[in-house]
């Protein structure tokens, strides 16, 4: 048990890929978050605008 562990903390195949893969949901989170924070905003704006329509 000891040698698997040995070798699989050795071996660096696939390590790029898990490196690409965690990459990768990282900037979908921010991507995700970013993009609730962006229509929140477009959803004040359009709120504004139809009182201010309703207004006049």
Known sequence: MTELLKRLW?????QDL?????LLV????AAI??????A???????SNAAGNLAAS
């Open 33 to 38: 978050a970013g993009m609730n924070t962006l």
């Open 10 to 14: 050795q071996e660096e195949e696939g």
């Open 40 to 46: 929140s905003a477009i959803n004040n704006v359009f």
């Open 26 to 29: 990282l900037i979908a989170l």
């Open 18 to 22: 898990t490196e690409y893969a965690l």
